[in-house]
Structure formats: C-alpha cells, structure tokens
C-alpha cells in the first residue's frame, strides 16, 4: 500500500508542475536542450536537435543559429561560423555578443581591419565590456597601431584586470623595442597573480637580456617552485648557469627538462654546448647532431656544430658548417686559412671589412693574413686602419680595455711591418716588449709565420674577450643524414678524455645558446 500511495503522490506532483510551468514560444523552447548537450561537448546530438529547432521555426531562432555557428567554428569552419554569426547579428542587431562574435571570426580570417570596424560598434552598445577592448587591443598590434593597441589594452585593465592583458601590453612594449617598459608590465602582472609560472618566466628571461642575473634567478626559481617541470624555466635557468661556467649545475637542470621534452632541438643544443665547454667534443658533436636532426633550419644550431669541428681541427666540416651562417666572418676566415685558400679568404675578409666597421679586430685579422701572404704594404694599411679605430675607442671611453692576446698580436705585427714606436699598442705594451725583441730581431726567414695555426688562433681568441656582449646561450642539432642516437653518457656524469684525440684549436668561442 505504500508504494501505491507512493506513486500516486509523484503523478500528483508531476500534474501539479505541468499545469505550472509556463508554455514557451516554439521559437526557443529548445534552447535548454541546445545547451546542455553544448556544454557537455555531445555535438552530434546538439546539432541534430538545433536542426529540428530550425526546421520548426523557420530559421529564425536566434539561440539555434548561435550556437551552430559555435560549432562550425571548433571545427575549423571559420567562414561558414561568420556567415551564421552575421545571421544572428540581423536577427538582433543590438546584441554586442553577436556582434563580438561577428569580429572574432573575421579576426581568425586574419582580417583585422573588418575586425576593428565591427569590434567598434560592439564597443558602442557596450562600452564596458573587458572583451571588447582586449580583442581591440590585440588586433590593433596586428596592424601595427601600436598606440591604439596600448590605449585600448590600458582600457581592458582598468575594467578588469586579466594575466593575458597584460601579456598583450607586455609584447607591444617588447616589439618597440622598450625592455624597460616591458619589465614594468610583467612586475605588475607578477604582483597581481604572483603564482602564474608563464609571467615569472618571461620576466626572468628579460632580466637575463639586461644582465641582471640576480633578478632573473630570483623569478625563474619562483616559477620552479610552483611548476618544478617548467620547460621554459628550466632551460633560462640552465642557460643562465651555463654563461657562468657552470656546467655541471646547468646538466642537472637539463636532465630534469628531458624528461618532460626529450625531443627539443634548444635543449640538445645547450646540453652539447656544456659538453663543448667542458671539452667532451664528441659528445658535443652527438648532442648538436641530434639538435640539428630535429631542427635541420637552426642556424644557430648549424653554427655551434662548426665551431666544435673548427676547435677539433676539422676544417673541411667546419667550413661547410660555418658558410651557413656568414654574418660572423671571423671563424670562417680561420677556417679558410687553414684550408690554404688564399683567393676566398682574402675576398671573405674584405667583406667582412665592410660589414665591420668599429672592430679593430676585423683589420688585425686581415693584416696577419696579408704578412703571410706577403702583401707587407696592404698590410701596414690595414694595421693602421685598425689602429685608427682604436684611437677612437680611447677618446670614447668605450672598450679600452683589450684582450691581452690581441694586444700581443698587434705588437708582434708592428714589429714585423716596422711600423714605428708611436702606435697605441706599443705605448700599451712599452715593457713587454723588451723581451719580444729577442725574438723578433731575428732574420725574417726564420721567424715563425704569423698566420700558423698557433699564431692566428691566439689573435682568433681575442674575439672571446673582446664580444662578450655576443655570448648568447647554446642549442645543437644532429645531422639529416647520419641522425647518431644521443650520447652514452648520461648529461651530468662524468666522462672519460680518452675520446679527445685532437689538440683542439684555441679559436673564439661564440657559442649561441637557446632559452625559449
């Protein structure tokens, strides 16, 4: 009897809420329907009803045609969800929702311009709308207005502050080339949501470009603690060890990265640049090989590689490496000496001349390899030149304080060349050269040619000294054709030296490293 009275009183309930409710027009008596399927991602189910709905009502539900176009749009229908987004702006054309719809679809179409327009008059319906303003923002950077685009993101962050608003201010002051700017945005990102690992980390690697390695630290270790496996993260702050010769710490970090992005062609590439700076090139050439076969376009990557077989003596490698990138003509001028190609390096270090003009090292360069060639008059001339250009740093105050090999190089060149008492580099070097003149007084058939290997690789690693400002971090990558499997050795461990069987060449180490 009790489940009878049981089932009588739910049908009374049920009767009871029937009568009640109250009847909705056939024009949006689905909607419900619509969007619970909707959230719940079953778009199958969802679109077949909102075709039913449509069908009823002629096309004319407003609720149905938005949320197709949702739909159309999450599966890459960009130009049919535009098409139905505008259907509903007719339908009702005061709805900002239809309208910012409306302009995120021509956005995806990468028409900014149409985007800003109707963006606009969204704006007008709604003026306080933090959407409106962002995406105004973001598209005004797209065509470069990067005055609006400021004016328009201060705006979103005066009605409601978001992290991806102030990533966008962020990137505008980064684009004009205002790092100062730029840190200031991201301080205050970083005060708002102190947790968000994506604002610590692109903090620290500003402060890194400024060389404010304390700084930077201090927000990449933030960013670690909270994300202890974040990629970004951790490479910054490996590279960051890695400047400071710290190769061993730099490993452990790398070790961690690994784990999480095994395949990334940045960090193969500083784990071979640690192996090259702990003089484990073997190893170095296996990690930038397998940097290289997963990245084969990185210049940098292509770069570093050289450079460990230029330090191996491997010339010929070297240089079908090093021509890749020549902006840096200097290691492909050693590479070209010593392949004995006079014409080619003689034209490579006019060139480089040219695109040098403030770097005294550039004519020392060409100077040595002009005496070895025998062309002593070109080559007084270039010493000179080089000697004009150091004058100039001097009454600057700027770089005056040069590497002690470049120094040697130049007073070793004067005295060959003859060149006179009165020059910068033998007031410089006034005591030191007593003792060279022992050595240099000898008859020039027996003095040692200044373009041997030892000789144009001491004035070669002055560069080290001299462009410390061009000391980026490392990343490798391994060659297309030979794809070798990653090191034996695990990074961090130790490794025996019986591999090294080359003297390496003490040559300019430029070693570019990646953070990103």
């Known amino acids: 009897m009790s489940r009878f009275f049981c089932a009588l009183l739910h049908t009374y309930i049920d009767a009871f809420l029937l009568s009640a ?16 399927h909707y959230i719940r991602k079953d778009y199958e189910t969802c679109k077949a009803i909102i075709k039913e709905q449509l069908h009823e009502t002629q096309g004319m539900c407003e609720y149905a045609v938005y949320v197709q176009a949702l739909i159309m749009r999450l599966e890459g229908k960009i130009q049919q969800s535009l098409e139905l987004f505008q259907s509903c702006a007719i339908l009702n ?7 910012k719809q409306v302009a995120r679809s021509l956005f995806l179409l990468g028409k900014h311009k149409a985007a800003i327009e109707v963006y606009n008059e969204a704006a007008r319906l709604n003026q306080k709308d933090w959407e409106i303003s962002h995406n105004l923002g973001v598209c005004y950077i797209y065509t470069k207005d990067f005055k609006s685009a400021e004016e328009q993101l201060n705006l979103a962050l005066q009605l409601n502050k978001h992290d991806l608003t102030y990533m966008m201010l962020g990137k505008i ?3 004009q080339g205002d790092t100062e700017k730029a840190i200031d945005v991201y301080k205050s990102a970083v005060e708002f949501s102190p947790e968000n690992t994506e604002l610590l980390t692109t903090l620290g690697l500003l402060y890194m470009q400024l060389g404010k390695y304390q700084k930077a630290f201090e927000h990449l270790g933030n960013s670690l603690t909270y994300d202890p496996n974040n990629f970004k993260a951790i490479l910054a702050a490996g590279s960051m060890m890695q400047t400071h010769g710290d190769y061993d710490v730099a490993m452990n970090k790398y070790r961690v990265a690994a784990y999480s992005v095994p395949e990334s062609p940045p960090l193969w590439n500083n784990i071979g640049m640690c192996f090259f700076g702990k003089k484990k090139y073997v190893a170095a050439i296996s990690c930038l090989k397998r940097a290289n076969y997963l990245s084969p376009f990185d210049w940098k990557i292509l770069y570093n590689l050289g450079l460990v077989h230029l330090t191996m003596q491997q010339y010929a490698s070297a240089f079908l490496l090093l021509q890749i990138y020549p902006s840096d003509l200097r290691l492909l001028l ?8 006079a014409d080619n390096g003689r034209r490579s270090h006019e060139q480089a001349v040219l695109l040098d003009e403030s770097n005294p090292l550039v004519n020392l360069n060409f100077a040595v390899f002009l005496y070895n060639q025998g062309d002593k008059k070109a080559a007084l001339l270039q010493l000179q030149e080089m000697e004009r250009k150091v004058n100039a740093q001097v009454e600057n105050n700027s770089n005056t304080d040069f590497d002690p090999e470049l120094v040697e190089m130049a007073q070793k060149l ?19 050269k007593t003792s060279q003149r022992s050595s240099s007084s000898k008859p ?15 004035a070669m690693s002055s560069a080290a000294g001299y462009s410390k400002s061009m000391q980026i971090t490392a990343e490798p990558e391994a060659d297309v054709s030979s794809a070798p499997s990653p090191p034996t050795v695990t990074p961090g461990e130790p490794e025996d030296e019986d591999e090294e069987t080359a003297e390496p060449q003490k040559v300019a180490r430029l070693a570019f490293s990646m953070r990103f």
């Open 21 to 36: 409710a109250p009847d909705l027009p056939i024009l949006e008596r689905r909607n419900w329907l619509i969007h619970l």
């Open 93 to 99: 054309p005061k709805s900002s929702d239809n309208l």
């Open 173 to 175: 002051h980064l684009l």
């Open 334 to 341: 050693f590479t070209l000496t010593n392949l004995d190609d």
């Open 444 to 458: 020039s058939s027996s003095q040692q040619p200044l373009g041997t290997n030892q000789a144009l690789g001491q």
């Open 414 to 432: 004067g005295t060959a060349l003859q060149a006179g008492e009165n020059l910068y580099w033998s007031k410089l070097g006034k005591d030191s």
